[in-house]
């Protein structure tokens, strides 16, 4: 059972163009988002966090988006930019009993110059 | 500042044997989590350590083990090897392992099971 999805395996964008990436989650128990970008051959890289009592978090070109009642976070980059080009994890964090820190599957995103 | 250092980079092992990975955190860090990543599951949390103590554990079987060291570095066992266990472990450092306190990934350590 994938408590976070990632439904869209991959994006083509337009430089200078909004980029969207989308995460759902099942468990309204979470209490951390986190988002992370990765280059082939190398280990994720954090980009941004938001607790779950938030909805929005920004940091330069990049914004997360918390809807608790859709369970849905996403990550806005603007404007994308050719080095956005990656693969994008969302991750969820629960503390409260067995502890868990769940990623999704991955969004490749890939801005077109 | 030097990264989180993982070694080997690539190991070839066989069914039964057991492996050990090590990781080195980024200086001062004293949190260090291992992950496994794996085409079918994705990215998989499998424990994470602090002073020297397990803090949080993932949902992996015992034959995957790890410790941490005084100096913050830590190793990963896996015991008896098997075919599923190949995968890239990933390691990450953070300074207390705060909720939502950046963690600094290593490049992983490629282990592949014959």
């Known amino acids: 059972d994938q408590q976070v999805k990632q439904n869209s395996p991959s994006l083509s964008v337009q430089e200078g163009r909004i980029s969207i990436l989308n995460c759902d989650y099942t468990?309204?128990?979470?209490?951390?988002f986190l988002w992370y970008k990765k280059y082939p051959a190398e280990g994720p890289t954090f980009l941004i966090s938001i607790s779950s009592i938030k909805d929005k978090n920004e940091d330069g070109r990049f914004t997360v988006f918390l809807n608790k009642s859709a369970k849905h976070l996403s990550l806005h980059i603007v404007p994308s930019q050719p080095g956005d080009s990656a693969v994008y994890f969302c991750?969820?964090?629960?503390?409260?009993?067995?502890?868990?820190?769940?990623f999704g599957t991955g969004t490749r995103l890939k801005v077109l110059a | 500042k030097a990264g989180v250092t993982q070694t080997p980079r690539y190991l070839i092992k066989t069914r039964g044997q057991q492996v050990t990975l090590s990781c080195s955190p980024i200086s001062g860090h004293r949190s260090v989590s291992w992950y496994q990543q794996t085409p079918g599951q994705g990215l998989q949390f499998l424990f994470e350590?602090?002073?020297?103590?397990?803090?949080n554990k993932g949902n992996f079987p015992g034959r995957f083990s790890g410790r941490q060291f005084s100096n913050s570095r830590s190793e990963m066992n896996v015991s008896t090897l098997e075919l599923g266990d190949s995968a890239l472990y990933l390691c990450?450092?953070?300074?207390?392992?705060?909720?939502?306190?950046?963690?600094?990934f290593g490049d992983g350590t490629r282990l592949s099971i014959l």
């Open positions: 990450a450092s953070s300074l207390q392992g705060a909720l939502g306190q950046p963690q600094h």
């Open positions: 468990n309204s128990m979470f209490d951390y």
């Open positions: 991750a969820a964090i629960l503390t409260s009993g067995t502890y868990k820190y769940i």
């Open positions: 350590y602090f002073s020297e103590t397990q803090r």
